[in-house]
Nanobody
C-alpha cells in the first residue's frame, strides 16, 4: 500500500507562486500516471495536471501556462509548480496515482489547502 503525502500549501497573494510536493511512501515508478486534483466546496474534484511515466503532461485549461507538473521517480515525488496564482485557484489540492493508462485512480493523498487572497 503506497501512501501519498502532500505538502507546500498555504496562503499566497494573487500573482504569487507556490510549489506543492507529493511524497510517496513507496516507489512511484510502477504508476503509469501521477496527477494533481483540486476541489472547492460543493464542486466536484477537478483534475488539473497529470504526468505519465514517460513524462507526457496534460493540463486543464484553467491552469495551462501557469502550472507545471514534474515527476522524480528516483525520489518518489511529484511536484506542482504554481505561478501567477489567482483567487479562483483557492482549493484543496490532492495528489493521485494511477497504475493504468486509464481508469480508476488507485491512491490519493489527504490534500493540502491553497488559499489565494490579498
Amino acid at each position: 500500500q503506497v501512501q501519498l503525502v502532500e505538502s507546500g500549501g498555504g496562503l499566497v497573494q494573487p500573482g504569487g507562486s507556490l510549489r506543492l510536493s507529493c511524497a510517496a511512501s513507496g516507489s512511484i515508478s510502477s504508476f503509469y500516471t501521477m496527477g494533481w486534483y483540486r476541489q472547492v466546496p460543493e464542486k466536484q474534484r477537478e483534475l488539473i495536471a497529470s504526468i505519465t511515466k514517460r513524462g507526457s503532461t496534460n493540463y486543464a485549461d484553467s491552469v495551462k501556462g501557469r502550472f507545471t507538473i514534474s515527476r522524480d521517480n528516483a525520489k518518489n515525488t511529484v511536484n506542482l509548480q504554481m505561478n501567477s496564482l489567482k483567487f479562483e485557484d483557492t482549493a484543496v489540492y490532492y495528489c493521485a496515482a494511477r497504475l493504468d493508462v486509464f481508469g480508476t485512480w488507485n491512491y490519493w493523498g489527504q490534500g493540502t489547502q491553497v488559499t489565494v487572497s490579498s
